[in-house]
C-alpha cells in the first residue's frame, strides 16, 4: 500500500511524524539557551517543560524539552543526538511505537524518552529482554539521569526484594519484562506490606518491542512452588521408548507438533511389558509417560531446545540463541527429558499464579515501544495492545547490498556453499557474521571452517556472557564471527572493531558481511540479523543460504511441496525453490499469530476473574472484611479464640487464614483449568468451538469461588486449638511455596475444522485430480 493512502486509511504502521518533526527543527534555536544553563538549573527547566508538555490530551514533546534533553546527553554522555533519534523521542513521548534500524541509537532514544516522562512525575520503566541489557543501559544512561535530577536502578534475577522495593520507588527502573512479572506475581501472595516490592505500572518504554509485545506474549509467565509429590519415575518409560524406530514404531505429525505411537510401536511396547493391555484404566499413569518420554526423544532435541549444564536442563530460546533462565515445561515433559539425559528427575511443580506477558503490558497506563522491525507486527500491535506504530527513517541512506538468497536440496552442498563463501571474503579480510539457528548448527560450522584454516568465534546459548566483548569485535578486519539470533543482544558491530579505529580499511574491503544459514520462522528476525551490516551508512552485504531440509520448510511448507521438492528438488531452479521456503516461512508466521490469538482468546476469561480476585485480596488486606464475612459462619468459635488471645490477634489469624484460602482456591481453579485447557482442542472434532466451549467452563467453574474459599477457611479455624494459637500462624503449617519459572506451552495441535477441511480438500484435489501426491 503507497504511504499517503496508508495514512489516508489509519492502517496500522502508518502513523506520521512528520507534525513531530517541526518540534526536531525548532529545538536547535533553542540549545544554545539549553547549554547556558549549569546542571541544577538544566534540571528545574526539563521538570517544568515536560509538565508542561504533558497535557491532558497526552504528550507532546516541546522544542525547548527537546533540546534540554539532546543538552543533557551531551553534557554527560559525549553523545549529540542526531535529528531521527530526536524525532523518534517525540514520537514516543507522542504514545507511539517506533521502528529505528539497528544502529541509528536506539539505547540513547530510550533513555531521553524516559527522562522526559519521569520529569513530567511519570514512574517509568524501560523494559529490556534481559539482565545484561537492563544493568549496563541503566548504568550507562545514569549520568543522564542523574543531570535533570532523576533517580535511576535496575532489576535483574540476583536483586534483592530490599534493593526491588528500594528501586521501584525511583524515576526510572530498567528490568526485563520476565522479572516485572514476577514482581507482580510474587506480590499477589503477599501478607504484609514488607512481602510486597510494589512494581508502579504507570509507563513502560519496551526495547525490541515486536520481540516482547509480540513474540514473547505468548508465553506466560509462571509462579510455581515445588510440590510435595515425589517426582515421577520416568526410567521404565525412557527404556520403553528408547530405541524405537521413527515411522515404524511412531509417527510424527507434518508440523512436528505431536508424536504418536503406531500399531506396531502399540504391540512392541506392550510385549515388552509382559502382554499387558496399555488401553485399560490401570495403565493410563504409564501409557502416559511413556507418550511423554516418546515426545522427549523424538521431538525434543539436545543442543537445539535445550543444553544440558552442570547436571541440568536449560532451555534455549530459540528466538534469542540465549539460555531461557527460569524456564521449563510442564512437569511430565520436563522429567522426561531429564531422564532421556539420564539427569536427576526433578520435584514437580505447582502452578500458584500466571499472568501472560500481553496482560502484565496492557496493565501499564502508557505503553509505546522501539524496534528495527515494528511494521512488520503493526497489524498485531494494534489488535492486541491498541497501540499506534511508525517509522522514523535512517540518518544516511542506506549502502548495504542484499544479495539473492542461495536456495539447496542437499546440506552438504549448503556446507560446502557457505564455507567457500567464509574463505573467499575471509581471504580479502572483510569481517563476516555467520548467523545460524541452533547451537549445535552454529558449531557445526565452527568446525567446518576450522578445517580449512580459519579460526572462527562461536557465540550462542553455551557461551552467551561474553557476547557483548565479541560482538563488538565481529567488524574487525578479518574477523569471523558465528552466532545464533542475535535479537536482543543489544550490542553495536562497528566497522574497524569498538572504537572503529580500522574503520576506513574496513570500508574499503566491502564493510560486514552477513551470511544467513537457514531462514527463521519470523522474517523479523532475518531482518534483523541483516541489519547488523549497513550501519550507520557503513557499506555491507548480506547473503541467505537455505536449505529444503531445514525445520521452517519441513515443519511449514505444504505437503504436496515437500513432496515436490522430494522427487524433482535437483531440477527444481532457483525461484521456484526460493517460493517453497518463502512460503513455508509465512505460514509459521501466520501459525506464530494464530497461537498469539489464541493465547489472548484462552486467557481473557481467566485474567477477569483473577481481577476479582485481587480485588477481594485487596480488600482483605487493607480491612476487616474478612472478620466480618466469617463472623456470620462461626461467631462463637471467634468469639472463643479472642477470649483465649486478643480480638486484635484474632483478625490478623483470620485475615492470613483467608488470604490463604483464596491463594489456595485459586491454584486449584488455576489448575483444573490448565487441565480443561489440554483437552479443550478435542471438542473441535466433534464440531464445537474451542474458545467457546473454554470459557463456558472457565465461568461456570469459578461459580462460589469466593464462598468456598470462606468455607475453606471456617473449616481450618475451627480447628484451631489453644497451644496452636499461642504458637502463632506458623502452627497451622499452611506453607507457601516461592520457586518460580516459567513453562513452554503447546498450542491447538488440531486446528479449527476450517483448517482440518481445508487441508483435507487440498489433498483430495492433489491426490484425485491433478495426481502430483
Known sequence: MKRWLARAVKAPGSASFAHLQRAVDESKARLEWAENLDDRALALAAQR????????????AS????????????????????????????????GNVVELDTGEGKTLVGAMAAAGFAAARRKVHVLSVNDYLARRDAEWMGPLFEVLGLAVGWIGQQTTPATRRANYQHDVVYAPVSEIGYDVLRDRFGTTDTDMVWPMHDVAIVDEAD????????????LAGSSREEPADFALADSLVRDLVADAHYAIDDDRATVSLTDQGIDVIEQRLGGVNLYETEHTEAFTRINLALHAHALVERDVDYLV???????????????????RWPDGLHAAIEAKEQLAVSAPGIVLDTITVQDLLAGYTTLVGMSGTVIAVAEDLTEFYSVRSGR???????????????????????MDAVVHEVSERHGAGQPILVGTQSVAESEQFGRALAKVGID??????????????????AGEFGAVTISTQLSGRGTDIRLGGAEEQDHARVAAVGGLAVLLVGRSPSERLDAQLRGRSGRQGDPGSTLVFVSTNDDVVQANAPAHLLEKVRRSGSRLDQRTLADIVDRAQRIAEGIRRDQHRDTWDFSRAL????????????EILSGDLTSVALETRMPTKLASLEEASSPQFVADLTRRVALWCLDEQWCEHLAHMSEVRDGIHLQALAGVNPREEFHRVVLEEFQGFFDAAYENAVGILEKVTTDQLLAGFEALELRRPSATWTYMMSANPLGSPMDRAGRQAGRWLRTRVLKIE
Open 456 to 473: 572462527a568465534v562461536v557465540l550462542n546459548a553455551r557461551n552467551d556472557a561474553h557476547e557483548a566483548s565479541v560482538i563488538a569485535r
Open 392 to 414: 522514523v527513517e535512517r540518518r544516511l541512506p542506506q549502502r548495504r547490498t542484499d544479495e539473492p538468497q542461495r536456495v539447496f536440496t542437499d546440506d552438504r552442498e549448503r
Open 49 to 60: 517543560t515536560a509538565r508542561e508538555d504533558a497535557g491532558s490530551d497526552g504528550f507532546t
Open 607 to 618: 485474567s477477569r476473574q483473577r481481577k476479582k480476585v485481587l480485588a477481594l485480596r485487596g
Open 211 to 222: 520481540a516482547v509485545m509480540i513474540d514473547e506474549a505468548m508465553s506466560p509467565l509462571v
Open 63 to 94: 522544542p525547548q524539552l527537546l533540546a534540554i534533553l539532546a543538552t543533557a546527553a551531551e553534557r554527560t554522555l559525549s553523545q549529540r543526538p542526531f535529528d531521527p533519534q530526536l524525532l523518534a523521542c517525540a514520537a514516543l513521548l507522542s
Open 309 to 327: 549444564v552442570e547436571g541440568e536442563i536449560k532451555l534455549i530460546n530459540t528466538a534469542r540463541g540465549r539460555v531461557a533462565q527460569q524456564q
